[in-house]
Every structure is written in C-alpha cells, then in structure tokens.
C-alpha cells in the first residue's frame, strides 16, 4: 500500500493530534525504563512527528518507512533524525535499538499473518537484549456500530473525506479516501481518491506470533482502561521485551 497520493493529507489531517497522545503513552509505559540519550528506532515513522518529539527529548531517533513521500516530509519535520527508506518486514540496520516503537495501528497496515511474523522477526533482530517492542493495535471495539458512518477534515484550501469499511470475517479493513483541494483562484477543486488497507489481529493470534519471534514477556495495556486516555479507547498497546 503506497502513501503516494496520501503523504502530505496525513501529515495535515491524520497526525494532528496523535503524535502527542502517543508521546503521552510512552511517557508512562516505555521512556521510565529506558537509559538516557537511548537509541530508538520508529518504525513506519510516517512523516516523522513522533520522531521528532523524540529527537527533542535528546534520544537518538532513526525512522523507518516505506514511503519516499512521507519520509520526504518527514524530513523536514524532524531534520535532526536520520530516515531510511525500508521496508518494515525486511528492513536491517547497523545498530541495535533499546526500543523499537511503531504506532498510530502501524501493525494493522501488514495485511497477512506472514507479512506480520515478518515483521516481528525483524524487529527482534533489530533489539538489544532486554529491549523494549512497542506498538498498538485497533481494538475489535473500534469497529462498532458507528465506525463504518466515516469522518471528513476541512479547512480553507481542502477538505478530506474518509468513508472506513469493515469485514468482521476476514477482519480486512478498508479506508477509502476522497480529497478535493483548491487549484487556482478560480475556485476549481482537484478531486483525489486513494484507499488505506488495514487487518484486524485478535490479541491471542499477535501474542502468538510474538512468541514464535522469540517475544516471551508481552504485556498489553489498554489505552482506555489502564492509560485513562479519551482517545485511545479502542486502541490496545503492547509491550514485547527482547530477552
């Protein structure tokens, strides 16, 4: 699934709020155990706000995607931190992180329970020992009986629509994106359509496969229950120690 048509719409509508929510959780979960000026990588960094809150804080940040487009702005977002274009599932470095953090449903986007084990054998290798992995997931709460109604984003030169579907069968999720942007001053709209795939994982299936990569102390923490944050009521977080 490629961003290309995406990457500067995200960066304005999608990350408006998330990248300090998501700070919040690592506040209180990960950054405590971690050793001053730690190395830690961000995988599908996107367009790299998080990673940039994380530079601030003076830890040494690498940020992964699979996104020219996004790492683009990225870039410019965070130009203390060094990006590399890779994909999550095969990506190697010459280092090994104290923590490696991947969020905003990051892992919903691997579509295939290979693709995901893939994943975590990367990450593992990427780990020193007692490292921290850190994700979340969109909770099967997420996709209730209003979900699938969608959402738009508008201000004055654009305007996002996103109508979400959900197949409880095979879990796939689909956000299908419309985007119309102001060209000119004649009041003419560009119109864009793009699509975001996602696949829902229960929580026993990822444990699983977090353990056939070697993760044996995993502890899920919900973002609603445990962390008491509004917006992350549907969003469950893990933590997978390297050990």
């Known amino acids: 699934m490629s961003y290309a048509k995406f990457a500067k719409y995200y960066d304005r509508y999608w990350t408006k709020d998330a990248p300090a929510l998501f700070e919040m959780a690592l506040n209180r979960l990960v950054l405590p155990l971690l050793p001053e000026k730690a190395d830690i990588l961000d995988l599908c960094c996107g367009t790299g706000q998080l990673s940039a809150r994380l530079s601030h804080r003076r830890f040494n940040v690498i940020g992964v995607d699979n996104s020219r487009e996004m790492l683009d702005i990225a870039e410019k977002n965070a130009p203390d931190v ?3 274009l890779q994909d999550a599932e095969t990506f190697s470095l010459s280092q090994k992180f104290s923590a490696v953090v991947s969020v905003f449903d ?6 295939s329970e290979e693709s995901l084990l893939n994943l975590f054998n990367s990450v593992m290798k990427a780990l020193k020992d007692g490292g921290i992995f850190f994700f979340d997931i969109n909770g099967i709460n997420a996709f209730d009986d209003d979900w699938d109604e969608g959402f738009s984003m508008v201000d004055c030169s654009s305007a996002c ?24 001053s004649g009041g003419d709209y560009l119109r864009t359509d793009t699509q975001v795939q996602e696949r829902f994982y229960p929580n026993e299936l990822i444990l699983s496969l977090l353990r056939e990569s070697g993760f044996n102390e995993v502890q899920i ?13 549907c969003r469950q977080f893990f933590l997978a120690k390297a050990n």
């Open 82 to 84: 060094l990006f590399s």
């Open 161 to 184: 629509i996103v109508k979400p579907l959900f197949e409880p069968v095979t879990g796939d999720i689909v956000y299908n994106i419309i985007i119309f942007e102001v060209k000119g």
């Open 221 to 233: 923490v919900d973002g609603y229950a445990d962390l008491k944050i509004k917006a992350f009521k």
């Open 106 to 111: 990051s892992v919903n986007h691997f579509l």
